[in-house]
C-alpha cells in the first residue's frame, strides 16, 4: 500500500508527457532556425542562405560596354570598313544578349534598368538597319558607275530610285536613334561611365546621313531627264492621297499613264520602299489606283513609284505613318487551380488591333503569348503556381507604326491544386502512400514480435555420451587408476594446507575426491545426467536410487562424506572399503553401459 | 538492486545529453528524440539482462521497446514519403 | 546522521541540475535587441564588448560627464526624450565629445533637429542587388569617404535598415539600391536606383554626432556575418573610439528584461552576494560529507 500513491503519481507524470508529447506528433520538428524567421526588424541570419555568384558585379561592366560598342561600330560603318563593323555588330548583339539575361536573372525586369535595356534593343535594331543599309548603298554606288558606261537608264533610275528609298529610311533611322539618346545618356551619367563614345556614335551617324544625302541629291540631279519640247516631263504620273496615314488607315495611290506601247499589257508594277507590291493594270483611260492598308508598315517616310514596262518610271512620291497610341484593356483574371484566365482587348484609338502578340508577365517573368483576333480580343488560359501573383498583359509593337503599350496590374490569388502534393495529413491519399506505411508498420510489427519472443543462446551443456557397439570405449579402470595415481601426489599437495601437517597413518585425501569425481562422472553419463558436476555426495546417492550399484554408491558416499567434511581422522580400512565401494560400482555401471 | 538503478540513470543521462545536444545545435526535433531515446533504452535492456533470464523489472520493457519499434516503422514511412514528395 | 545513500545522491544531483537549468531560463530572454538575450536577435556579445571597454552606463543624462573625450552610444533607443534630456545631450557634444545614435524609427529625428544637426532618419525598406545573405533585406553598405571609425573596414551587412538624409556620409549602399516602396522586393517602375546613406556624420558644435540606421548590425547573429566580420569591426572602433564609453541604458531597447532577470542579474553582477553564495554552498557540501567520514 505504501507504493501505492508512488505509482499514481508516477503514471499521471507519464500520461501527462504522453499527451504533450503526442500534441506535437503531427509537426514534430518543435524549432529549428527555419522555423524562427525573423521578426518585424530583422531577419534570422542563420536561417538564411549566402547568395551565390556576383551578379550586381556583372551590372556595370555591361552597360559599360554597350555604351561604348555603338561609337565604334558607326564609325565603322561611316569609313565603309563593313569587316569590323559585322563584328562589332555581332559583338553588340551579344552583350545585348547577355545584359537581357541578367536583367532577368536580377529580376529588375520592371525597372530602370528595363528601360535601359529595351532603349538598347531598340538601338541594336537601328544599327543593324544602318549596317544593311549602308552595305546595300556601298552596292548601289558601284551599280551606278557600272551602269553609267554601260549606259542602262533604265537600270540607272531604277537605281536612284531605291537610292532615295534609302536615304528616306536611313534618316528615319538617325532620328529613331536619336531618341533613344536621353536614356542612354542618363544611364551612363547614373553609373558615372564615359559616354563620349555614345556622343561620338551620334555625330557619326550625322555624318553618314548627310553623306548620303549629298550623293542622292546628285544622283536626282543628274537623274532629271531632259525635257522635250511638247511631251510632258512624266510618262507616268502618280499621286498619294494622303500625305500623312495611321494604322488601318488605306493610303490611296493615284495614277495616269500617259504612253501606250502596242502588244504590252497595260499593266503598272508599284514598288513601295522599293519593293514591287502590286502589278495594277490601268483603265482603258489610263488610270490606275491602288489602296495600301497600313498595317505592318514602319513608323516613317515611305517611297513609292509605279514603273511601266520596266522602262517607264514615275516619279517618287512619299507617305509618312504616324505612330498611333493604343490601349491595352485586360479584365479582372479569374483564378482556377493551379491557372488563371486572361482576357482582354488591345485598340489603336477606335480600331482594334488584329493579329497582335500580346505578351503575358506574372511577377515581371514571361509567363505565355497569344495573339489578338480579328476583333482585336484575345484570352488565354495559364498555369501558375499557387500563391499571390501579380499579372499584367503588355504589347511590345515591334512590326505595328503604334506605341506598345501595358494593361494594369491585377493581384491573384491562386489556390494550391487539390490534395496529393505530399501534405502530412493525408497519407492515405494515395495507393502509394498507404502501400509504404503499411508495409513500414508491417515490417516493424514482425521485428517486434522477433525481439519479444527470441531465445538468448546460453553456454552448451554437455551431450550425453552413449557408447555405441563396436567403439573403442575408455576403460574405466584405466581411467580410474590414472585419476587415483593423479590425485594422490598433486590434488593431495593441492588440498593440503602448506604448513600443515598430517597425521602419519592417514590416507591422503586427495584419493577420495578424485573417486567422488569419477564416480559422479560415471553415474552422470549412465542416467544422461547434464550437471554432473552439480551433484553433492548426498544427491549424487539419491539419483542412484534406481540402479543396481547404488548400494555400492550410496556407501561411498556416506564414507565420502564423512571423510570430506567432518574433519575427523578417518581410519584406514574405511577408507579402503569406500574406495573398494566406489571401484566396484563403477565397474558394474562399465559392465551394464556394455 | 544496484543493477535497476544504473541502468535508469545510463538512461536517464543519455536522454539528458541528447536534450542537451539539441539545445545546444538550436534545433529541436521530436523524431530524431524519440530515435535515440529508442537505441539508448535497447542498449541497456540489452546490457542489463541476463542471458539465461530477464529481471523482472525489465520484463514490461521489453513490451514498450516493441511498441517502440513499430512507432519506428511509423516515424521511417513518414520520412520516405516526405522525401518522395519533395 | 545517516549516510547518504547513492539514491539520495542521484536525487539531489538532479535537483541541482533542475535548478540550473530554471536559472539560466530566468537569466536568459528572448526580447528583441535585449542584452540579457543570448540568442540571434539580442545583443549579449556586443555588451560582452563593451564590457571589456569599462564601459560606464547611464540612465540619467545629469551623469554625463564634461571633459571632451567620452563617447556616448545611444543603441535603439524606445522612449520619447524629455527636453532637459536633450538639453544635457547638446552641452555633452559641444563639450567636443562623440555621440553615437543608433537607430531606425524617425522618432529619433526629434534627437538629431534638438541638436541643431540635418541628419533625418527615413524610415523605409532599404534593398539592395548587393547582397550578403539571399534576402533582399540584406544589404551590403561600403565606406564612403574617409572616417575613423570606418578605418580598415571593407563593407558591412545591414539587416532591413532604414536610410538617412543629410550629414556627411560615412557608409553608403551600393549604386543598385532602392526603396521597396510597394513591398514586393523587386524593381518597380517608380523606384529609382541610387546610392543612400546609411552611416552619416555632423558637427555639432565641437563634437561629432554619428547616425547609424540600423541598431541590427550589432545584434548576436549580425555580429559575425559578412566575410572579415565587418560588422565586429565596426563595433570595436566605435568602442575605442575614445577612452571613455558611456552606454545610455535609460532609454534603450538593449536594456529591455523582465523583472526576474533584474534580480537574477543583480546577484550575478554584486561581488558580495556571490561570495555570500559560494560560502552557503561550501557549509552545505561540508554537511554531507562530514557525516560519511565520521561513520567510516
Known amino acids: ?100 539575361s541578367l536583367v532577368i536573372n536580377l529580376d529588375m525586369t520592371e525597372g530602370e534598368l528595363n528601360e535601359f535595356r529595351k532603349a538598347n534593343q531598340q538601338n541594336l535594331a537601328i544599327l543593324t538597319e544602318l549596317f544593311n543599309g549602308t552595305g546595300r548603298w556601298d552596292e548601289l554606288q558601284t551599280l551606278e558607275i557600272r551602269y553609267r558606261d554601260s549606259g542602262d537608264s533604265q537600270m540607272l533610275t531604277s537605281i536612284t530610285y531605291e537610292g532615295e528609298a534609302l536615304r528616306r529610311r536611313i534618316q528615319d533611322l538617325y532620328r529613331d536613334y536619336l531618341d533613344q539618346d536621353q536614356v542612354m545618356r542618363e544611364t551612363g551619367e547614373k553609373f558615372g561611365l564615359d559616354t563620349s563614345s555614345y556622343d561620338r556614335s551620334i555625330s557619326d551617324f550625322r555624318e553618314i546621313v548627310s553623306r548620303i544625302d549629298e550623293n542622292q541629291d546628285e544622283r536626282m540631279v543628274t537623274f532629271t531627264p531632259a525635257a522635250t519640247p511638247g511631251e510632258r516631263l512624266y510618262q507616268l504620273t502618280l499621286t498619294v492621297e494622303r500625305e500623312r496615314v495611321s494604322y488601318m488607315d488605306t493610303a490611296v495611290i493615284r495614277g495616269l499613264l500617259f504612253v501606250h506601247e502596242k502588244g504590252k499589257p497595260d499593266e503598272v508594277d508599284l514598288f513601295i520602299d522599293s519593293r514591287r507590291v502590286r502589278s495594277i493594270s490601268t483603265n482603258p483611260d489610263g488610270s490606275f489606283s491602288y489602296s495600301h492598308l497600313v498595317e505592318h508598315d514602319h513608323e516613317g517616310t515611305h517611297t513609292v513609284f509605279a514603273v511601266y514596262s520596266g522602262s517607264v518610271f514615275s516619279e517618287i512620291r512619299t507617305f509618312f505613318v504616324e505612330r498611333e497610341d493604343t490601349y491595352l484593356d485586360l479584365e479582372p483574371p479569374v483564378p482556377g487551380e493551379g491557372r488563371v484566365e486572361l482576357k482582354g482587348t488591345l485598340m489603336a484609338g477606335s480600331t482594334p488591333v488584329r493579329s497582335a502578340p500580346i505578351e503575358i508577365l506574372a511577377d515581371g517573368k514571361r509567363a505565355g503569348t497569344t495573339y489578338t483576333g480579328e476583333d482585336g480580343k484575345f484570352s488565354i488560359g495559364l498555369k501558375l503556381s499557387s500563391g499571390n501573383r501579380k499579372v499584367k498583359v503588355i504589347f511590345s509593337a515591334d512590326t505595328f507604326p503604334l506605341a506598345p503599350s501595358e494593361s494594369a ?86 588440498l593440503a594446507r602448506p604448513g600443515d601437517e598430517r597425521p602419519p597413518g592417514v590416507d591422503a585425501p586427495g584419493d577420495l575426491p578424485s573417486l567422488f569425481s569419477a564416480l559422479r562422472l560415471a553415474v552422470s553419463r549412465h542416467l544422461a545426467f ?28 556416506n564414507g565420502y562424506e564423512q571423510a570430506r567434511y567432518s574433519g575427523a581422522k578417518v581410519p584406514e580400512d574405511e577408507l579402503d572399503v569406500i574406495a573398494i565401494a566406489a571401484s566396484s560400482a563403477m565397474n558394474s555401471l562399465e559392465g551394464a553401459d556394455h | 538492486m544496484m543493477k535497476k538503478h544504473l541502468a535508469i540513470s545510463a538512461l536517464a543521462g543519455w536522454v539528458l545529453l541528447v536534450i542537451g545536444f539539441m539545445v545546444l545545435a538550436r534545433t529541436l526535433d521530436l523524431e530524431i528524440f524519440f530515435v535515440l531515446w529508442l537505441i539508448g533504452i535497447l542498449i541497456i535492456v540489452e546490457l542489463v539482462s541476463d542471458h539465461a533470464a530477464t529481471p523482472r523489472y525489465l520484463r514490461s520493457q521489453r513490451l514498450v521497446i516493441a511498441s517502440g519499434v513499430i512507432l519506428f516503422g511509423v516515424i521511417v514511412a513518414r520520412k520516405i514519403l516526405e522525401i518522395l514528395s519533395k | 546522521m545517516p549516510i547518504i545513500s547513492r539514491p539520495a545522491w542521484i536525487a539531489a544531483f538532479l535537483v541541482l541540475f533542475g535548478l540550473i537549468a530554471m536559472l539560466s531560463h530566468f537569466s536568459g530572454t528572448t526580447l528583441d535587441y535585449s542584452r540579457y538575450n543570448p540568442e540571434w536577435n539580442g545583443t549579449s556579445r556586443f ?225 558580495i552576494t556571490k561570495m555570500a553564495l559560494i560560502t552557503v554552498i561550501f557549509l552545505a557540501a561540508s554537511l554531507l560529507v562530514i557525516p560519511w567520514r565520521r561513520k567510516s
Open chain 1, 409 to 494: 496590374v491585377y493581384e491573384v490569388l491562386i489556390p494550391t491544386p487539390g490534395p496529393g502534393t505530399g501534405n502530412e495529413e493525408s497519407f492515405l491519399a494515395s495507393p502509394l502512400h498507404a502501400a509504404i506505411l503499411a508495409a513500414s508498420v508491417c515490417a516493424s510489427c514482425v521485428i517486434a514480435f522477433f525481439y519479444l519472443h527470441r531465445r538468448r543462446p546460453g553456454p552448451k551443456a554437455p551431450a550425453p555420451v552413449f557408447h555405441l557397439p563396436g567403439e573403442p570405449v575408455p576403460d574405466p579402470n584405466e581411467a580410474m587408476q590414472e585419476v587415483l595415481a593423479e590425485g594422490a601426489t598433486p590434488a593431495g599437495g593441492d
Open chain 1, 530 to 557: 547434464l550437471h554432473p558436476l552439480s551433484l553433492t555426495p548426498r544427491e549424487l546417492c539419491r539419483i542412484s536410487r534406481d540402479l543396481a550399484v547404488q548400494e555400492a554408491v550410496c556407501r561411498f558416499t
Open chain 3, 47 to 271: 555588451f560582452e564588448m563593451i564590457g571589456e571597454q569599462d564601459a560606464v552606463t547611464i540612465t540619467r543624462f545629469e551623469d554625463l560627464p564634461s571633459h571632451g573625450d567620452a563617447l556616448l552610444l545611444m543603441p535603439a533607443p524606445e522612449d520619447e526624450y524629455r527636453e532637459d534630456e536633450i538639453a544635457h545631450l547638446v552641452e555633452f557634444l559641444e563639450g567636443g565629445n562623440i555621440l553615437v545614435l543608433v537607430s531606425d524609427r524617425e522618432d529619433e529625428n526629434q534627437i538629431t533637429s534638438a541638436l541643431g544637426s540635418d541628419i533625418r532618419i527615413q524610415h523605409a525598406n532599404l534593398t539592395s542587388i548587393d547582397r550578403y545573405f539571399d534576402h533582399p533585406s540584406s544589404v551590403i553598405a561600403f565606406p564612403a569617404g574617409d572616417d575613423p571609425i570606418s578605418a580598415g573596414i571593407p563593407h558591412i551587412v545591414l539587416n532591413r535598415p532604414s536610410y538617412l538624409l543629410g550629414g556627411v556620409p560615412v557608409f553608403e549602399s551600393s549604386l543598385l539600391s532602392w526603396v521597396d516602396a510597394d513591398g514586393d522586393s523587386r524593381l518597380g517602375s517608380e523606384e529609382t536606383l541610387q546610392r543612400y546613406t546609411v552611416i552619416a556624420r555632423d558637427s555639432v558644435g565641437e563634437g561629432t554626432l554619428y547616425v547609424i540606421a540600423d541598431p541590427s548590425i550589432f545584434i548576436n547573429g549580425m555580429l559575425v556575418a559578412g566575410p572579415g566580420d565587418g560588422n565586429a569591426r565596426l563595433a570595436d572602433n566605435i568602442i575605442t573610439a575614445r577612452p571613455f564609453l558611456i552606454v545610455d541604458q535609460g532609454h534603450s531597447r538593449t536594456a529591455y528584461a523582465p523583472e526576474m532577470i533584474r534580480v537574477v542579474n543583480l546577484f550575478k553582477e554584486s561581488t
Open chain 1, 1 to 100: 500500500m505504501r507504493r501505492l500513491p508512488a505509482v499514481l503519481v508516477s503514471a499521471l507524470l507519464v500520461i501527462g508527457c504522453l499527451v504533450l508529447i503526442g500534441m506535437q506528433a503531427a509537426s514534430p520538428l518543435l524549432y529549428s532556425p527555419r522555423s524562427d524567421p525573423g521578426v518585424p526588424d530583422h531577419v534570422n541570419p542563420a536561417a538564411q542562405d549566402m547568395v551565390t555568384g556576383d551578379r550586381a558585379a556583372q551590372v556595370l561592366p555591361l552597360i559599360s560596354d554597350l555604351l561604348n560598342t555603338p561609337g565604334s561600330l558607326v564609325l565603322n560603318i561611316k569609313g565603309s570598313d563593313f569587316e569590323y563593323a559585322a563584328r562589332d555588330l555581332q559583338e553588340y548583339r551579344q552583350i545585348s544578349r547577355q545584359l537581357d
